[in-house]
């Protein structure tokens, strides 16, 4: 099973500013990583697909990159409505499917 | 527009049997996987397997395999999700997904039903 571990846990950010979230992989999964997005009381959103592809109607301020085993989620400049949990999550090897463990971007 | 509808809310005791269900709208159903994917309170994101509708060819995951069953009729567009016999750790918010791209094992996930939270408690 791949394991995914995202830094940090928590991350504390003003609006305007840049976000940079970390999913980190136990083995490579070539560039077949997701991000999702969800806020209290809601389903995930898909953000991006395959590292760098944004899912359809996703903000051009959210971007993706990396590839084998380190990827980063960078939101250009927050808006209040991106304060939310992120989760990466693989799909090179499976099953399982799996997730990280998330990162909570609050309101600094 | 593409939807998935899951069913409500339920509350159950202890060594109940329970199925949970998805149903499609507005794409072919049978072209796509389907999965099922856990979120205990307060947690993170568990995937417990999959189900390609239309052969019913299903995946789980090693956590999950034998303790809940994934099924689908196609004829109403319906993915399941089901257990034997429910314990207290069974209590979650469950919820359903498509993939994104269809006719192949790319597995990641563009439309989410809106969650069944299954409570278990004597």
């Known amino acids: 099973e791949i394991v995914l571990t995202q830094s940090p846990a928590t991350l504390s950010l003003s609006p305007g500013e840049r976000a940079t979230l970390s999913c980190r992989t136990s083995?490579?999964?070539?560039?077949?990583l997701a991000w999702y997005q969800q806020k209290p009381g809601q389903a995930p959103r898909l953000l991006i697909y395959?590292?760098?592809n944004r899912a359809t109607g996703i903000p051009a301020r959210f971007s993706g990159s990396g590839s084998g085993t380190d990827f980063t989620l960078t939101i250009s400049s927050l808006e209040p409505e991106d304060f939310a949990v992120y989760y990466c999550?693989?799909?090179?090897?499976?099953?399982?499917?799996?997730f990280g463990q998330g990162t909570r971007l609050e309101i600094k | 527009e593409v939807q998935l509808v899951q069913s409500g809310a339920d509350v159950k005791k202890p060594g109940e049997s329970l199925k949970i269900s998805c149903k499609g709208f507005?794409?072919?159903?049978?072209?796509?996987?389907i999965a099922w994917v856990r979120q205990m309170p307060g947690k993170g994101l568990e995937w417990m397997g999959t189900?390609?509708?239309?052969?019913?060819?299903?995946r789980y995951s090693p956590s999950f395999q034998g303790q809940v069953t994934i099924s689908a009729d196609k004829s109403i567009s319906t993915a399941n999700l089901q257990w034997g016999s429910l314990k207290a750790s069974d209590s979650a918010m469950y919820y359903c997904?498509?993939?994104?791209?269809?006719?192949?094992?790319?597995?990641?996930?563009?439309?989410w039903g809106q969650g069944t939270l299954v409570t278990v408690s004597s």
């Open positions: 997904a498509r993939q994104r791209s269809g006719f192949n094992l790319d597995m990641d996930y563009d439309y």
């Open positions: 999550q693989q799909r090179y090897l499976w099953p399982p499917i799996t």
């Open positions: 083995q490579s999964v070539s560039i077949y």
């Open positions: 395959d590292a760098s």
């Open positions: 507005e794409y072919s159903f049978t072209n796509y996987w």
């Open positions: 189900i390609y509708p239309g052969n019913s060819d299903t």
